[in-house]
């Protein structure tokens, strides 16, 4: 049976997953092996940047660019049931990579962005020449960032920026940061604001790299007196907070098609090593046990598939589909996290170590299941919505 | 010059074929298909001829289902030019779909025919020699080079014992071996470029053709499993054994 080809999806859908699944398989599984060993001798996980080169020339000549970006980006603009099955294909391989550019700032400065600040960053960064990161969270602000402490002060032609970041991503290889700080008296999302700062400016210090699991590096970042000029404020005044917060629902989208990914990879491995491995002079294949595994597998792969395709059929509608997101969210993390869980199970201790994906991946999603809104901030969410309470 | 290249609808190589409960065949139902990987391969030929401008136009046919218009959009992306469907639900026997592109060939008259030297479904080997049959013309089979020669076409065949070159006159048919080319991936803007080609479709009987299959599937069961090996030791004892249990000295 083949569960993998939805059932509504159009022709230019399907050739693209097929030319996702190819590229995956030709390009990005070789890079697999080196990957793991360069995790698991604590080199991170990340490509080396001649890896990363060779991909990067890879999609540009596929045009595996900007899926979800307008044609006058150079994009590709597909309906977000594509980027759905590329992400899904794509995170089949245990190799830290994903088509560029990676979207999330793309879209904020897409939707806010000065002529000036188009032709300075977003042009080169839409053309994959320059790298970005995102700081939010705080010490003190994380799932809840609207209680953010850091602030910028006007001085002349130029803000003046002090406070603190942490857990933000991507901060080594970025030439700009979206940084976002007070700079009004209003409370919670009011007030806050979006600055670009470039690598380097005075007064942005980069005060440790904090290792995490599954070879995942994040920063916290220190703003003594930052100065940024004027002309750096991304967006309004004083309302940075929904600009920021566009997409959310898209990248929800895009993370539960890859938990769907590393959950069929997981569930193939899975099925190899039960067909072939005998214990008590039975394959496993033929235990309960593991039958029980796989079932579960592919009725939870089925099912969270089910959810991104309404999801995405949905926000390409225009709909409102917070509750959607949510529901996703958390049942794809979940459902991954299990599904990788028992393929290494069935494994046995082959399974627990670094050579095989599995691991790797299982830690990834581990992670998942904190950015993003975690868990139980979603739950509560579902919940409120449906019972109607409080906060 | 035309080129025409048909290309099969077949079960996906990475899938592990599994015969039907009742033996009348393999499972097809709920199967990942795709393009006969023989027949990736001469379109990909046919769309270098294309780029060198030896070809001026490529259009790819295939019989089968409607769900065959898959792989003739496939084709579209990688650089044909128009597709024709020959719409068929049942059976179609190697001499029937060589009958088809007979009479396909009739209508658009082209210089060039590039078929898969076999399909991976069946493994005939038959469709390309028949077609050549049928229209006179001459084949060079099992390519793993093809040049234009002046007027004629330079053919380098992969046969048993080696490398044969042979110079076909146009028309001609070719089928390709797996060493032709690499088949290029449909990038993106093709995909989305493949959308406005047309594809036009019609059935066999719109072409005279009659596609009754003339052989009976008696059976169809997978291949014995096969028995573990046996590990020897040593030369003397694999002598030994070949003389003694496998009795072939
Ligand atoms: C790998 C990784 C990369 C990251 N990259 C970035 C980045 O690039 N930029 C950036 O700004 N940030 C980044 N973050 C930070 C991320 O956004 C925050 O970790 C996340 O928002 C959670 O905030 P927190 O860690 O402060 O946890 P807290 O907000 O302290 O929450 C801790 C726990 O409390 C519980 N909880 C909290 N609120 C509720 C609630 N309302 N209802 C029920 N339970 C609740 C949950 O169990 C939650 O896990 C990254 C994090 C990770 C793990
Ligand atoms: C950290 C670590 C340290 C170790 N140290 C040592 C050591 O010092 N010395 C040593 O000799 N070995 C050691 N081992 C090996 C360990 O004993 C084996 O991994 C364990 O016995 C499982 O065997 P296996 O890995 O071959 O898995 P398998 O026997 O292949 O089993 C794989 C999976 O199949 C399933 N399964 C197997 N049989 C059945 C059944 N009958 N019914 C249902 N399900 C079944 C289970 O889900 C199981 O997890 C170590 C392993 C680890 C992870």
Known sequence: MDHNQPHAASEETRMLRDLVAKFVERDLMPLEPAVLKREATGGGFKLSEEEEKTLLARCQELGLWGLDVPEEFGGANLPLLSLA??????????????????????????????????????????????????????????????????????????????????????????????????????KRQDGITAFIVEKGTPGFVIEREIPMVGGRRTYELVFEDCRVPAENVLGELGRGYAPMQLRLNVRRMQMGARCIGMARRALEMM?????????????????QAIQWFAAEAVMEIHACRLMV??????????????????????????????????????????????????????????????????????????????????? | MKVLVPVKRVVDYNVKVRVKADGTGVETANVKMSMNPFDEIAVEEAVRLKEKGVATEIVAISAGPSAAQEQIRTALAMGADRGILVEHDGTLEPLAVAKILKAIVDKE????????????????????????????????????????????????REVDGGLETVSLKLPAIVTTDLRLNEPRYASLPNIMKARKKPIETVKPGDLGVDVTPRLTVLKVEEPAKRQAGKKVGSVQELVEKLRTEAKVI
Not at chain 1, 124 to 134: D, I, K, L, N, V
Not at chain 1, 271 to 281: I, K, L, P, Y
Not at chain 1, 375 to 388: Q, Y
Not at chain 2, 111 to 133: E, F, R
Request: net charge neutral; glycine share 10%.
């Open chain 1, 271 to 287: 099925t190899e090593q039960a067909q072939n491995r005998v214990t008590w002079g039975v394959r496993l294949a033929d235990r």
């Open chain 1, 85 to 186: 099955a590329a992400e899904e294909e794509m995170a089949r391989a245990c190799v830290p990579f994903t088509i560029p550019p990676d979207s999330p700032n793309l879209h904020m400065m897409l939707s806010v962005a000065s002529p000036l600040q188009r032709a300075k960053y977003l042009d080169p960064y839409a053309r994959g020449e320059q790298r970005s990161a995102m700081a939010i969270s705080e010490p003190g602000a994380g799932g809840d960032p609207a209680g953010m402490t850091t602030r910028a002060v006007k001085d002349g032609d130029h803000w003046v920026i002090n406070g603190r970041k942490i857990w933000v991503s991507n901060v080594p290889r970025a030439d700009f940061i979206i940084l976002m700080a007070r700079t009004g008296d209003g």
């Open chain 2, 109 to 156: 008259g082209p210089a060039l025919v590039i078929l898969g030297k076999q399909a991976i479904d069946d493994d005939m080997n038959a469709t390309g020699q028949m077609l050549a049959a049928l229209l006179g013309w001459g084949q060079g089979t099992f390519a793993s080079k093809v040049e234009k020669d002046g007027d004629n076409l330079k053919v380098t």
């Open chain 1, 309 to 391: 395709q309404d999801l995405a059929a949905k926000l390409d509608a225009g709909a409102d589909v917070r509750m959607e997101a949510s529901i996703l969210k958390v049942r794809a993390t979940e459902m991954a996290q299990s599904v990788l869980d028992n393929a290494m199970q069935t494994w046995g201790a082959m399974g627990v170590t670094k050579e095989l994906p599995l691991q790797l991946m299982h830690q990834q999603v581990r992670l998942m299941r904190v950015y993003e809104g975690p868990s139980e901030v979603h739950r509560s969410a579902i919940g409120r919505r449906t019972l109607g309470g409080k906060v």
